[in-house]
């Protein structure tokens, strides 16, 4: 019976050579509220550059962010870093595959919440017209806090598979649809139950 709310901004700014390089640096904020109560504020700030060279292009990014978050006890912060590397090839003009891995490191005054959380994944895009675009990613997590003691805690470590499809259709240059899915299995230590998803988003946006 709570009333959730989150407001967020999100903006970027980006410098490029055609062909060349790609730079962007983008600052996102995210601020919780349960019941009128703030519960987390959390911003990301991110730096990446992109290098195409042929069919292939590599990005390099790394993004660091803060978290302040109220616990059953007080206020605490946490600082959050996350580098990460992605590699795209075009197998034709219409099919890219990428790989990348990121590695997001989460230190807390509170040692409990402290963890890290390694990330592959794997992503085909499809471009069979040019007003349908979709995509298909595999995503895996392997998440261990810091604290690994069955006395002190109930688990601390987690494994997360989840896979995401998507498909987009431009009616013109402002007016397009989507329809997205998710699909997440995530296995928690000691069998301490499951955390699954499947979730269905479909979409109309439209560009000023």
Do not use: C, M
């Not at 206020?75 to 990121?102: C, H, M, V």
């Not at 392997?142 to 896979?163: C, F, H």
């Not at 499809?165 to 296995?187: A, M, P, T």
């Amino acid at each position: 019976k709570s009333k959730y709310e989150r407001i967020g901004a999100n903006t970027s700014l980006y410098f490029l050579s055609v062909n060349r390089w790609l730079a962007e640096l983008s600052l996102r904020a995210n601020f919780h509220y349960s019941d009128g109560i703030k519960l987390l504020s959390d911003s990301r700030q991110r730096i990446a550059i992109s290098l195409p060279y042929q069919q292939h292009k590599f990005k390099f990014a790394f993004d660091f962010g803060q978290k302040h978050y109220r616990s059953t006890l007080n206020e605490n912060n946490a600082k959050l870093q996350t580098p990460w590397f992605e590699y795209s090839y075009a197998l034709k003009d219409t099919i890219r595959l990428s790989a990348g891995y990121r590695h997001k490191i989460l230190d807390a005054n509170d040692e409990f919440l402290s963890y890290t959380n390694r990330n592959p994944y794997v992503g085909l895009y499809y471009y069979p017209f040019t007003d349908i675009s979709a995509f298909l990613t595999v995503n895996y997590y392997q998440l261990r806090y810091k604290i690994d003691d069955p006395e002190i805690v109930n688990w601390a470590k987690e494994d997360k598979t989840s896979l995401a499809f998507g498909i987009k259709y431009y009616w013109n240059e402002d007016l397009s649809f989507s329809l997205n899915g998710n699909y997440s299995k995530n296995k928690i230590e000691l069998d301490f139950g499951e955390d699954d998803w499947r979730r269905f988003e479909a979409s109309v946006t439209y560009r000023f």
